[in-house]
């Protein structure tokens, strides 16, 4: 008998694991044979716009995936450097084989995880425990998380090939409802894709702009040096599409399983195959792609921006018009797959099944995209996992200080129609929610957990260093004489006219707030972990934005975080029918929930605040 059993061992399974561990359970993680733990089957890279913020929540939460990204990054890059540090995320890109083989040396280390690989044919709910039926036997377990990414009933689609397979080399499971008998899963089934793989000697990266590995982006783990490197960084490439490349894609949109409907699936906007991008943007022909290498073991890179579904030869030809890979060999072709999702709205905000309670989803099996948004779920779903076996509270993070709380409320609170990416523009608070800051924005919930590991220690000093520099900030003054005067000429800080302090000084537009506060610091022999000086002079840069946004939220939140009682809505008359209809369907916890659904009227919303809360 397992206390909780992990149903896929991708990146949400390997968080899920992980998390529910913490609390010394007994943990399974049930995957397919053949399938690595944490393994890469898309885009072999970590982070980017909102999901660098989700690595590192993850990592403050006492997660994993910070810690591997880490030790297997071969190239870094800070997204947005020129949009100011609000919107900067960091992303990596991984060597795919040394992320899997880590994670897997790090599960075998964790004596309360047991890993069996055996493939899932059905799961059932006797009582208070579940019966897990395998290939090759059977397991009890008490409670579930099902990560089963994209295998459920999964169907790969090449040109006119099509083949039964969750991935490239990989064998099926079957359907979500005849698996988990009583679960609802979406109508429509979702889509993803990839592109070719290429051959590295094939590739003329001379044709090519170079992008160089940033030495000085951060990392994302709490226990690394800020700019600390564990393996061989190397370069990724900058090339593009052209009218050429464009024309054979439009020359056969008969051939494409995408649009002659062989594929039934709804795909991700926001990440859209080289056909989407054909026929959505007819009169562009100029794409970005970016050659990103797979692994320093493999001679495969990764083209990212021409993921494709198109027969082979067809895939060969358009690969051949991009200026760098006009004698580009294909390793593995681009392939598309459909598979089944649950109906989020079936489950509550710890991301439990209220039809089947002790049943937990996360992951792409949710409508998700991205590694990121999987272990993130993926967290959720094992800490509530592990709390509702231990008696403890539901854990819960808040959408105005955390992405992880913003997507998992975004998926439960509506129907998803299509495939669901995570933005900064997703996040009503995002001068707040930053990388930089994600230690003092998740230490309460941490807290939470009642849990003491070395992610607390560390928690504990980096929030006295950071009121102690933030006091010196504030309090450090620099009088306007002729010394001071001269000193700032000589640093290139501007005019000094009257007494400021640090935190004044740290503001001024024309400066890095994080070189001017290092420096200072250090002129005054005061020495501290670079991490917190850099939160201190970002949160300082933001000071004034935050505060007005944060009385302006605080007005919000009073009411979005209020308690309401669906079934007293539905019985009330003064509410319509459709929106009765909806309340019922997603059964709100919360005002700031029943805001966020769509096709909610503005009528409702002012009977409901004005005469039930």
Partial sequence: MFDVAIIGGGHAGLEAAWAAAQFDLKVAIVTMPGVSIASAPCNPAVGGVGKGQVVREIDALGGIMGKLADRSAIQYRTLNESKGYAVQSTR??????????????????????????????????????????????????????????????????????QSDGGRVDCLKADS??????????????????????????????????EQESDINAVNFHYGHELNERFIDQVSCHLTKTNEKTLGIIRE??????????????????????????????????????????ESHELDTFYPNGISTSLPREIQLDFIRTIEGLENAEIAVYGYAVEYDVVDTTCLDRTLQSKEMPGLYFAG?????????????????????????????????????????????????????????????ARNEN??????????????????????????????????????????????????????????????????LNSNITLAELSKRAQLNPVDVLTRE???????????????????????????????????????????????????????????????????????GQLQRIVGIRPATLAFVAGNIL
């Avoid at 964790?110 to 493939?119: C, H």
């Avoid at 008998?181 to 990839?194: D, H, Y």
């Avoid at 403890?392 to 669901?420: C, H, Q, T, W």
């Avoid at 070395?454 to 504030?474: G, L, M, T």
Wanted: charged share 30%; proline share 3%.
């Fill in 364 to 424: 792409q099996v949710n409508g998700t995209s991205g590694y990121e948004e999987a272990a993130g779920q993926g967290l959720i779903a094992g800490i509530n996992a592990a709390r509702s076996i231990i008696g403890a509270d539901k854990f819960i993070l808040d959408r105005e200080d955390s992405y992880i709380g913003v997507m998992v409320e975004d998926l439960v609170s509506n129907k998803r129609d299509e495939p669901y990416r995570l933005f900064t």
């Fill in 252 to 293: 056969n949109k008969e051939r494409s399983p995408i649009f002659n409907g062989q594929i039934k699936g709804v795909g991700p906007r926001y990440c859209p195959s080289i056909e989407d991008k054909a026929y959505r943007y007819e009169e562009k022909d100029i794409h970005h792609v970016f050659v990103e290498p």
């Fill in 176 to 209: 979500l409802e005849n698996i988990f008998v009583g679960v609802t899963a979406l109508k429509t089934r979702f889509k993803t894709g990839t592109p070719a793989r290429l051959k590295r000697d094939s590739i003329d990266f001379s044709k090519m702009v």
């Fill in 521 to 591: 610091l250090s002129e005054n022999n005061m020495a501290f972990d670079p991490n917190v000086i850099r939160t201190v002079a970002i949160s300082l840069k933001y000071e004034g934005y935050i505060d007005r946004a944060l009385v302006e939220n605080a007005k919000i939140n009073r009411l979005s975080k209020k308690p309401i009682n669906w079934e007293q809505l539905v019985a009330s008359e003064n509410i319509s029918f459709e929106c009765r209809q909806r309340i019922t369907e997603i059964k709100p916890e919360s005002f």
């Fill in 92 to 161: 990596v890109q991984i060597d795919k084989e040394v992320y899997a083989r880590n994670a897997e040396a790090e599960v075998a280390a964790n004596e309360n995880i047991t890993v069996i690989r055996e493939m899932v044919e059905r799961v059932s709910k006797d009582q208070e425990q579940f019966l897990i039926k395998t290939t090759e036997g059977e397991y009890l377990s008490k409670k579930i998380v099902v990560t089963t990414g994209t295998f459920l009933a999964g169907k790969m689609h090449t040109g006119e090939e």
């Fill in 430 to 495: 995002r001068l707040y929610v930053r990388e930089d800051n994600t230690i003092l924005r998740m230490k309460k919930y941490r807290q939470e957990l009642g849990l003491f590991a070395e992610v607390d220690r560390y928690q504990d000093k980096f929030e006295r260093s950071f009121n102690i520099i933030w006091s010196v900030a504030k309090n450090y003054t620099y009088k306007a004489n002729p010394k001071n005067k001269e000193y700032f000429k000589d640093k290139g800080y501007g005019p």
